[in-house]
């Protein structure tokens, strides 16, 4: 039996923020920021879900739920019930999970098809201006990338990579304010703090320096991943009890920046709060893709050969929890880009290659046999 309704955030998480409704139904409260509409006691069965989100035949439900999704729910409950001793093997599924749950979002599909679509523009612009046509009217066209299984394929993609996360600590935040923290439709936070001021088309890389990530696990609980040589994160233990109402704020905006359009919350007395956070927040885009063309070369014969670029942009934020420092022999490094491990970084390219060449041999093996 297929799923048709299929969970972008996954119930192992939604379930914390859930009370019981009837018939033993968990349900959970949600406000839509495109509608500036709160609705209470939704059943966490049927919210941050679509139909065949992923695939109709399940394969990659099937493996979320069984491979990433179940390791998961037991090292996140552990956390969530006050044991934050988090050994190798549990980091690695935390790892796994969270890159995971990073990409298979609908806000992740659209990020990455902007970047595509951003990218055409270019192209285009530049084909009109050849021609001796308005470059701008590239602007006014729609450029509608929008690959079938796209959340499919970035998702099993971040699986493959989420071992470039391994040199990363974890840190857990603990609430003990009468606040919530809130959980998004895109609820995993990446930003890079250190390259807040820094113009590189890398800075929003996974294997830059300075790397952060923020994934709340329940209204009390806040897992953060950070690069250990830039940051220090609380004291001398890797939990952090935050007891001023401003760091949590802080951390409940990254939530309403990174989200598509939908937070969900416990207490019905976070509504004001929350629409309050959204009014303030709700003009940050915190991942803006930018193109442009590098340089132009004709080849003979009527040949042109050109180099466009593509990246994305993150926003200059203005605040960071104050449990967070940069250490001051790091500072020296915010001027010029650097990866945490580029040896580790080729290895994981080299790897991708080699299973993109095998995925497109199998097409053409594919497509041979059925010609015979």
């Known amino acids: 039996m297929s799923t048709k309704m299929q969970h972008y955030v996954p119930q192992l998480l939604l379930n914390y923020w859930a009370s019981d409704g009837s018939k033993g139904k968990k349900i ?12 209470y006691n939704q059943p966490v069965r049927g919210v941050f879900s679509q139909n065949y989100f992923y695939d109709k035949d399940n394969l990659v439900e099937n493996f979320l739920a069984d491979m990433i999704e179940g390791p998961a729910s037991s090292v996140v409950k552990k956390i969530v ?25 609908p806000e992740a599909s659209k990020r990455v098809s902007g970047f595509v679509n951003s990218q055409f523009e270019s192209i285009v612009r530049e084909c009109l201006s050849l021609n001796g046509f308005d470059p701008e009217e590239a ?4 450029f509608n990338f929008n690959q079938d299984n796209l959340a499919s394929l970035i998702t099993l993609n971040a699986v493959l990579v ?36 820094l113009k590189d088309p890398a800075v929003t890389s996974i294997t830059a320096i300075g790397l952060q990530i923020f994934l709340p696990l329940s209204p009390k609980i806040t897992l953060c991943l950070y690069d250990p040589k830039v940051y220090k994160y609380g004291q001398r233990t890797s939990v952090t009890c935050i007891s001023n109402d401003s760091d949590i704020e802080i951390l409940n905006s990254f939530q309403v920046i990174n989200s598509d359009s939908i937070i969900g919350f416990y207490s019905r007395e976070s509504e004001a709060h929350i629409r309050q956070l959204y009014e303030r927040h709700k003009n940050i885009k915190l991942h803006q893709p930018e193109s442009g063309m590098l340089l132009t070369k004709k080849e003979g014969k009527g040949k042109i050969r050109s180099t466009h670029w593509v990246f994305t942009r993150q926003a200059k934020l203005k605040k960071m929890p104050s449990f ?7 500072k020296g490094s915010a001027s010029s880009y650097q990866e945490r491990d580029p040896e580790l970084s080729a290895k ?24 015979h």
């Open 162 to 197: 989420a071992g470039l996360l391994r040199d990363l600590e974890y840190h857990i935040i603990k609430n003990e304010t009468s606040s919530e923290f809130y959980i998004s439709d895109h609820p995993v936070f990446i930003y890079n703090w250190l390259y807040r001021e």
């Open 324 to 330: 967070i420092k940069i250490k001051r022999k790091s």
């Open 81 to 105: 019930s006050g044991d934050f001793n988090i050994i190798s093997e549990e980091l690695l599924t935390l790892h796994r999970f969270i890159l995971s749950l990073y990409f298979r979002t």
């Open 28 to 39: 959970i409260n949600i406000f839509d920021m495109d509608r500036s509409h709160v609705r």
């Open 348 to 371: 994981h390219m080299e790897i991708l290659r080699f299973i993109d060449e095998q995925r497109q041999r199998s097409i053409v093996e594919l497509d041979q046999g059925g010609n």
């Open 139 to 142: 602007s006014a066209g729609g």
